[in-house]
């Protein structure tokens, strides 16, 4: 019975444009606890630190786990590729499926799209084009109550509200400690490299 055994959780339960990840996503229990108390409490959320430490992937893994928060969905931006950043709320209209509107801009067109949904959109690698990504978080958030918004950037958006959290890399071994090999085991950083090292072979 459905009250006994509730339907699985997938990315069919809402609207958005998450892709299913090939591999599994390897520890940061307490700081994904973190991060979503933290998106509890803002309707902005960034994730910096340098490239390479995970901040794409623990955004789309917090994505994934709140996507039944979001009656209109969770939607995925991805700006690495973007130079121009005057195409900024074009892409993300792209990225969420929402035509182009005659005789309206690009942000009205967003704005208005967005003024009563209650969404999730995700800015990944904002850094190259972080005023841009600051002006438009503001006006979408000021245009749309229930929206809320996770950038990731090497460095914070620096606008009201923003709350930011530091995505630290995996924990690893010290080198000059004589660990055993089931100890090594025990860290994140090292089950990602076995995990890794048996998809290949």
């Not at 992937?57 to 039944?68: M, T």
């Not at 969905?73 to 991805?78: A, K, N």
């Not at 949904?117 to 109550?145: F, G, R, T």
Request: negative net charge.
């Amino acid at each position: 019975l459905r009250e006994d055994f509730p339907p699985l959780k997938t990315l069919d339960s809402r609207p958005n444009n998450l892709l299913v990840q090939l591999t599994n996503f390897i520890g940061r229990e307490e700081e994904m606890m973190h991060v979503k108390k933290l998106l509890n409490q803002t309707r902005l959320l960034t994730l910096i630190g340098p490239g390479g430490t995970g901040k794409t992937r623990v955004a789309l893994q917090i994505a994934a786990d709140i996507l039944d928060n979001f009656a209109n969905g969770v939607w995925f931006v991805e700006l690495a590729g973007l130079s121009d950043s005057s195409l900024l709320s074009e892409s993300i209209m792209k990225s969420m499926g929402i035509k182009e509107q005659p005789m309206q801009t690009f942000d009205e067109t967003l704005c208005e799209y967005l003024k009563d949904k209650e969404a999730l959109v995700v800015l990944d690698n904002c850094e190259h084009i972080n005023e841009s990504c600051a002006k438009v978080s503001v006006m979408l958030l000021q245009s749309s109550p229930k929206l809320k918004i996770i950038a990731s950037s090497r460095e914070s958006l620096r606008i009201n509200g923003e709350q930011t959290h530091q995505v630290s890399p995996l924990a690893f071994p010290d080198p000059n400690d004589n660990n055993s090999p089931e100890k090594l085991s025990q860290y994140e950083s090292v089950r990602l490299f076995i995990e890794r090292a048996l998809s290949v072979d």
